[in-house]
């Protein structure tokens, strides 16, 4: 099965007021975002292996105007700030399907570049490729599930034109789970992970 999906989404003139202590009423922001998804996923005619691959792309475009009729917040210039954000990102993996046993195990990236024209930081981009192994296993009749997997991260942020600076770091996340059907509409489950968190570019740049 291939699939295609095209998002067009604009909006106008929404209210932007800031904070309640300093609101400024006739302030407003322009939106659009514009995306490209394409998908296929395929399978044995017998469903013994099953594969989904995907990428991504599209741009969001933002620009908030301050007009100078008021001035509660002390900023106003009449000139509209613009940003941009560039993304990019695709997926792949296979699957392995038993009668007691599904395995699955891909490869995961995702990659994005800022563009701002008024405040620091002016220009980042960050990435971040992936790989993941899960596993899952139904026993006594399929009442009882476990699954369990890890997913290794590399990441890379960089504050470009001198206002911050490029920091990388790997990380190794687990995660495992169990569940049981006491009925047909019951069932109890437990689930513990990690996860990591990697410092934005706004955070590495320079104050």
């Known amino acids: 099965r291939l699939g295609f999906i095209y998002t067009d989404f604009t909006s106008e003139r929404v209210g932007n007021p800031d904070a309640l202590y300093q609101n400024d009423l006739d302030d ?3 939106s659009s ?28 475009k933002d620009k908030w105007f301050d007009p100078v009729a008021s001035n509660p917040d002390f900023f106003d210039d009449g000139l509209p700030r613009k940003a941009t954000i560039d993304h990019r990102g695709a997926q792949a993996q296979v699957s392995l399907n038993q009668k007691y046993l599904l395995l699955t195990t891909g490869f995961d990236w995702m990659n994005y570049k800022t563009k701002d024209d008024t405040f620091t930081p002016r220009s980042t ?31 890379e942020v960089e504050v470009k034109r001198g206002e911050g600076g ?11 789970g169990a569940a049981y059907l006491l009925t047909d509409y019951l069932k109890i ?14 955070e590495l740049a320079a104050t």
């Open 28 to 30: 407003y922001k322009d």
């Open 33 to 60: 975002n514009r995306s490209i998804d394409l998908t296929y996923d395929g399978k044995t005619s017998e469903g013994l292996l099953l594969w989904k691959v995907k990428y991504y792309t599209g741009k969001n």
């Open 125 to 155: 981009e960050y990435d971040n490729p992936a790989f993941f192994l899960l596993a899952k296993t139904r026993l006594y009749n399929k009442k009882l599930i476990f699954s369990g997997g890890v997913r290794y991260d590399e990441y």
């Open 166 to 176: 490029k920091e990388d770091e790997n990380n190794l996340s687990p995660r495992f």
């Open 189 to 202: 489950r437990a689930n513990y992970g990690e996860a990591f968190r990697m410092p934005s570019a706004q």
